[in-house]
């Protein structure tokens, strides 16, 4: 079964850092770009980053360049998303996706095959 499962959300003061997760199983995980999307009630899910398999090209969200940092560990089937200096706006259900066909560009415009589940995000006083 292929499945992506995301770990490392929770509340956070403001200015605060998070470290999200997102691990893959059931599927070759060195072929496939992956993405972190986000979403608010009322809201589109918006692309926040995106990484290519071989680890040679990201894309970052205006909102977040010099902010959050997304990175892989292909021998750990894991990519991370260290968000720094979070905010109030930073706020939301934070959604990892994987796509064998899409580079980083249009993966965070589109989204992937594959889906996790997400976790929850709050940044609040």
């Known amino acids: 079964q292929e499945q992506l499962v995301e770990s490392g959300g929770g509340l956070v003061q403001p200015g605060g850092s998070l470290r999200l997760s997102c691990v893959a199983s059931?599927?070759?995980?060195?072929?496939?770009?992956i993405g972190w999307f986000r979403q608010v009630p009322g809201k589109e899910r918006e692309g926040v980053s995106c990484?290519?398999?071989?680890?040679?090209?990201?894309v970052y969200g205006d909102s977040v360049k010099g902010r959050f940092t997304i990175s892989r560990d292909n021998a750990k089937n894991t990519v991370y998303l260290q968000m720094n200096n979070l905010q109030p706006a930073h706020t939301a259900v934070y959604y990892c996706?994987?796509?064998?066909?899409?580079?980083?560009?249009?993966?965070?415009?589109?989204?992937?095959?594959?889906w996790g589940q997400g976790t929850q995000v709050t940044v609040s006083s």
């Open positions: 059931g599927f070759t995980f060195d072929y496939y770009a």
């Open positions: 996706t994987a796509s064998a066909l899409l580079t980083p560009p249009a993966l965070c415009r589109l989204g992937g095959d594959l």
């Open positions: 990484i290519s398999n071989s680890d040679d090209m990201t």
